[in-house]
């Protein structure tokens, strides 16, 4: 899923530039000025903290959705004439057809785009040839 997902979200591309200016404000603070240290390192860690995400950021987003309350929940997902509902014992969610901005499909799976700028993923192993043909096809409709 965030294989998959990674190359069409919005920020695609690793942005270095947050934790360097983080870095930048860290070590002015601390060689530049007579405030305490304390300001300057908190900006340092904070840099390092970011690299280290975007280091380890599929393994940073497994661990988020494995520590989510939704984690090992079973989802009951409905496709139909409105659009296409899931339901877990913590959340419900229904993506109408008409916010559907686009359908992406890849190799495993298709991403739903809404026109409120979310993603859905659904994995190509769940449906049939046909159904992921008519979900592709309501989209050019």
């Known amino acids: 899923c965030f294989d998959q997902s990674l190359p069409y979200r919005k920020n695609a591309k ?31 860690a904070l840099a390092v903290l970011e690299l280290i995400h975007i280091r380890f950021r599929r393994a940073w987003w497994l661990t988020r959705q494995m520590w989510g309350k939704s984690s090992g929940g079973e989802v009951k997902l409905t496709i139909d004439e409105n659009g296409i509902q899931t339901q877990n014992p913590c959340t ?4 109408l057809w008409a916010d559907i901005e686009r359908v992406i499909e890849t ?3 298709l991403i739903l785009v809404a026109k409120a700028g979310g993603q859905q993923y659904l994995s190509k192993s769940l449906f049939s040839v046909e159904l ?9 409709d």
């Open 107 to 109: 190799d495993l799976g």
């Open 132 to 140: 992921i043909s008519e979900i592709v096809a309501r989209n050019k």
């Open 92 to 95: 419900q969610t229904a993506l």
């Open 14 to 44: 690793l942005n270095y530039l947050f934790p360097v200016v983080l870095f930048a404000a860290g070590a002015g603070l601390l060689v530049f000025t007579e405030q305490p240290k304390v300001v300057g390192s908190m900006l340092i």
